[in-house]
């Protein structure tokens, strides 16, 4: 038997509201895990979705997401559009 049956074994014996704390802590690990493996800037993610792009007028294709409370390195991604040649212009807030 391996992990995952033991843990789908095991919960089978807890109680509904203790089975959806084991849940969300396996989500939480997930998204904790997923961020560890991804340290690319949302930009960097949707200059390599460019290559992917089949239909330009989708927007579904142009949307990055970030969780919540992730750092966005503002700085750094800046920096990639100027190297990439786009002129960077931040407003003034007044």
Same mark, same amino acid.
């Given at each position: 038997m391996n992990i995952i049956d033991l843990?789908?074994?095991k919960m089978r014996y807890l109680p509904a509201e203790k089975q @959806?704390?084991?849940l969300d802590?396996?989500?939480f690990l997930m998204v904790?895990?997923?961020q560890q493996n991804d340290s690319r800037s949302a930009e960097e993610r949707a200059i390599d979705r460019l290559a992917d792009? @089949? @239909?330009p007028d989708n927007p579904d294709k142009? +949307? +990055?997401v970030v969780e919540i409370d992730r750092e966005v390195e503002i700085e750094s991604s800046l920096n990639n559009l100027k190297k990439?040649?786009?002129k960077v212009q931040i407003p !003034?807030? !007044?």
């Open positions: 843990v789908a074994e @959806d704390r084991v802590f396996v989500e904790k895990y997923q792009i @089949d @239909d142009w +949307t +990055t990439r040649g786009y !003034s807030q !007044s």
